[in-house]
């Protein structure tokens, strides 16, 4: 999975950290967790806030 897998990275973080608010992630946190799952392979230089604001976004939908 790559950065723009958005929804893919939301869905992962929601079954490996059930007990996070989302919400109280901050980025620089996020941006590690995201480098750390397992199916995730991409460039952390393709990274940035507008990114890491869309996968907070989707992890949120996919929590409620």
Known sequence: MKWTD???IAIA???KYPDIDPLT?????LFEW????????DDPK???EKILEAI???W???VK
């Open 25 to 29: 992630v901050r980025f620089t946190d």
């Open 13 to 15: 973080l929601s079954e």
């Open 46 to 48: 393709h990274c940035g």
């Open 34 to 41: 995201v480098q750390e799952l397992d199916e995730f392979d």
């Open 56 to 58: 907070q976004m989707a």
């Open 6 to 8: 958005t929804l893919e």
């Open 60 to 62: 949120i939908d996919e």
